[in-house]
């Protein structure tokens, strides 16, 4: 008696499959192909069904495996009715209806068996009410079929929010010998859908049953009482009763759908049951298959994954070796000036050095001779000074130069040799104070050199003109990775912020904002002054 009419997916209509199977045992079973849907992220079905007509009564439900949990029916629903009627008995003024409709928990064929539940709704009493109806009735469409227990029906009077005790009224399905229940309750329509049964389960309680049949009639009992003087509008009427119920329809006309389906695979199943929904007449099968969109497959976005890092370790190689060609590049440049400078020392040292050498001696011969005036022995001596003078200065120039003197300890010894010289030719005292042990940080040759000079300059000054009598030379690296050198004397002292007209002040600052350092005057703690130069290692590459 069933069949799928038509199919759509996404609002289009789509080829409906064939049949892969039928059979027929204790129902008839027929199974389709599987229904292939166009690939989407969320798709919607919808899905006509064909139901041959038959007086026949039975429920059809659904289920769609993957996304309903339970089965599921179009329609059908059996009520409770209570009505306020008006004192011209034609017009009510207070309506209420609770519906049923599915299948109750713990249903079984066995009424000895099943469960009740039990329910309390309440209606309000407004004025000129003379009557109370109350409604059983088993279809709230014809096509309603099923099978609906109701205890006798209890009603309190609520005051003031308070619940009387006992009920104002018992609605009580009493049967006659036939087992329909008597008056006051009154059939209509089908009386032989219902009658009267004792419930074990709930210490021999009369129940009224219905058994609706047919999708073309419906049974209904009406209970009419008249309301007592004892109560006033304003108070609320109770009801208290228990019911199990398994109530479905036998309409399909209107479309299944199921809305945002998700990719994966799906069961439609179409029964067609008793009215007890416990024996399986008829049921159908329908696979569903939803594809994933191709781009959230598992292979796309593993294809995507490996030529990304394809890409990825392509680009990182490229930057690496370009950055490795520029490294190089950079050693081969700092190679060649390497080179350059052990070339320029050598050949100031073989020529300009030589020259000096040659002068000196010359001037020192002349001296020797004995004939030779006053003033000419005066110039000698300047000449000779000055190229000893010079000579000094080059063998500056030439350790700046050489490659193998850029280190912090190559800077301390020759900074150790420099004092050395300065304070013998003085007859100063002085003291050394430098780690046995130093980073091993690059310093630049320009660094050097102009950091060699300016301490020059700070040691000069102590010579002559802070009439000092010991220097004190302390070198060290700080926590910082900054090195320090501090030149500090006994002398006299001098004023910081007084303008001075020499360049030697001046030079030492200059030569420190050269190579990014810095230095500062203080009051020595011997009553002399203290110059320290700071220098921050990871500058002093710098060239």
Same mark, same amino acid.
């Given at each position: 008696l069933l069949s799928i009419k038509r199919i759509h997916a996404n609002n289009q209509d789509c080829p409906l499959p064939g049949v892969s199977g039928q059979k027929s045992g204790d129902g008839h079973f027929t199974e389709y192909q599987t229904w292939k849907l166009p690939a989407a992220d969320l798709s919607t079905i919808s899905i006509d069904v064909n139901?041959?007509?038959?007086?026949?009564?039975?429920?059809?439900?659904?289920?769609?495996?993957?996304?309903?949990?339970d089965f599921g029916e179009v329609g059908g629903a059996m009520r409770l009715s209570a009505r306020l009627v008006k004192k011209n008995l034609s017009d009510f003024v207070g309506i209420a209806n609770w519906h049923v409709s599915g299948t109750s928990p713990g249903w079984s064929t066995n009424r000895a068996e099943i469960p009740f539940h039990?329910?309390?709704? /309440?209606?309000?009493? *407004?004025?000129? &009410?003379?009557? @109370?109806? $109350?409604?059983?009735? /088993?279809?709230?469409? *014809?096509?309603? &079929?099923?099978? @609906?227990? $109701?205890?006798?029906i209890s009603v309190y009077r609520v005051h003031n929010q308070i619940r009387d005790q006992d009920p104002w009224l018992i609605a009580r399905f009493t049967p006659d010998k036939n087992k329909k229940p008597l008056s006051p309750w009154v059939p209509y329509m089908r009386p032989d859908f219902s009658e009267v049964v004792q419930l074990p389960q709930l210490n021999n309680v009369s129940a009224l049953q219905?058994?609706?049949l047919s999708n073309t009639s419906y049974t209904e009992y009406n209970f009419h009482t008249p309301i007592p003087p004892s109560i006033q509008p304003g108070d609320d009427l109770l009801f208290v009763w228990k019911w199990a119920y398994s109530v479905g329809s036998d309409d399909i006309a209107s479309p299944l759908v199921f809305n945002r389906l998700l990719p994966g695979r799906y069961l439609l199943r179409l029964q067609r049951v008793n009215t007890d929904a416990t024996q399986i007449l008829e049921e159908i099968q329908l696979p569903v298959?939803?594809?994933?969109?191709?781009?959230?497959?598992?292979?796309?976005?593993?294809?995507?994954?490996?030529?990304i890092s394809v890409l990825l370790f392509g680009v990182i190689a490229w930057l690496y070796r370009r950055r490795m060609k520029a490294r190089v590049a950079h050693l081969e440049l700092l190679q060649k000036i390497e080179q350059e400078r052990i070339r320029i020392a050598r050949d100031i040292h073989d020529d300009l050095g030589s020259r000096i050498t040659q002068i000196r001696f010359v001037a020192e011969t002349a001296l020797l001779t004995e004939t030779l005036p006053d003033e000419y022995q005066e110039t000698l001596k300047e000449i000779v000074a000055g190229t000893l003078d010079a000579g000094h200065h080059l063998h500056e120039i030439l350790w700046s130069v050489k490659t193998e003197n850029d280190t912090v300890e190559a800077l301390a010894n020759y900074i150790s040799q420099t004092v050395d010289k300065m304070c013998s030719s003085c007859n100063m005292r002085y003291r050394l104070n430098i780690p046995p042990f130093l980073p091993k940080a690059t310093i630049s040759s320009q660094v050097r050199y102009d950091l060699m000079m300016a301490i020059r300059e700070a040691l000069t000054n102590a010579l002559k003109h802070a009439q000092a009598t010991e220097l004190n030379i302390h070198l060290f690296v700080d926590t910082q990775n900054q090195l320090v050198i501090k030149v500090c004397d006994n002398g006299k002292g001098f004023e910081f912020n007084k303008e001075y007209d020499g360049e030697g002040l001046k030079n030492i600052k200059g030569r420190m904002m050269d190579i990014h350092g810095t230095v500062e005057w203080a009051h020595a703690a011997t009553g002399g002054t203290e110059v320290?130069?700071?220098?921050?290692?990871?500058?002093?590459?710098?060239?």
């Open positions: 139901k041959q007509a038959t007086d026949q009564g039975v429920r059809i439900r659904y289920k769609l495996e993957g996304y309903n949990a039990e329910q309390t709704q /309440s209606i309000h009493v *407004v004025p000129d &009410v003379e009557a @109370l109806d $109350i409604s059983v009735v /088993s279809g709230g469409g *014809v096509d309603t &079929v099923g099978s @609906l227990l $109701i205890t006798d219905f058994a609706d298959f939803v594809p994933t969109l191709y781009y959230k497959t598992p292979w796309f976005i593993v294809l995507c994954s490996v030529i320290v130069f700071i220098l921050e290692l990871k500058n002093a590459s710098l060239s």
